[in-house]
């Protein structure tokens, strides 16, 4: 039973890793069919501006979803401790790249999201 539960984390990780990358994908196509209909209406350097901050943002979702799946399989399926290392040096990489990625496309660090709720 531990056996299967563990194959179906594994396979649930690799899924939402494929939808990282599918997303990454997706996104630079659509972005970039939208950019090419659209270079003639804008002028080039907003053109240019709105195409790159599109293409960071579909980047960026990915990379969240990669790293969601590393997340699950680091916490679940890791079996040694040098198999933790390397994929916690995986998602700082990936968190490093969506953080520098979200700073080049608005031009500051992300903040952090404020609740509505009272204490």
Known sequence: ME???????????????SFGVIVVLVGSIATTRQFLSNRRKLESGEAYRIYRQDLG???????????AGDIIR????????????ILAL????????SVTLQYEIEGRLPRPVKSDTKN
């Open 57 to 67: 943002r579909s980047i960026i979702l990915g990379l969240e979803f990669l790293i």
């Open 3 to 17: 056996k299967e539960f563990l194959e179906l984390i594994k396979i649930t990780a690799y899924l939402i890793e």
């Open 74 to 85: 680091t916490v679940v399926v890791a079996d040694s401790i040098e198999g933790v290392g």
């Open 90 to 97: 995986i998602v700082l990489i990936r968190a490093f790249l």
